[in-house]
């Protein structure tokens, strides 16, 4: 009595096994690459052009040095309460 309801069970479970190891053996897609690690830089502004923090373009500046500033105690004095001044 007990081969006749084992036999049967044991053969569907081993059929369902067998049928669920063979589908992770074969994947039907493969997996897709990674994309790689790079990004496209575009010149927004254009060249002579940088972006400032507001995101607006602004030309770029011209660098210049500045003279340095010289006190002439002398040069346009007058008795009022400036005595000199500061010139660049």
Same mark, same amino acid.
């Given at each position: 009595? &007990? ?16 049928? =669920? ?6 994947? &039907? /897609? ?5 994309? &790689?690690?790079?990004?496209?830089? =575009? ?24 003279? /340095? ?14 005595? =000199?001044?500061?010139?660049?």
């Amino acid at each position: 009595m &007990l081969t006749k309801y084992f036999l049967p069970f044991a053969f569907a479970a081993g059929t369902l096994m067998l049928s =669920g190891a063979g589908a992770q053996a074969v994947p &039907l /897609a493969k997996p897709s690459a990674a994309p &790689l690690p790079i990004e496209t830089v =575009g010149w927004r502004c254009g060249p002579g052009w940088h972006v400032n923090r507001w995101g607006r373009c602004v030309p770029n500046g011209r660098r210049f040095i500045r003279p /340095a500033r010289h006190w002439h105690p002398g040069f346009w004095y007058h008795h009022r309460w400036h005595p =000199g001044y500061w010139s660049w």
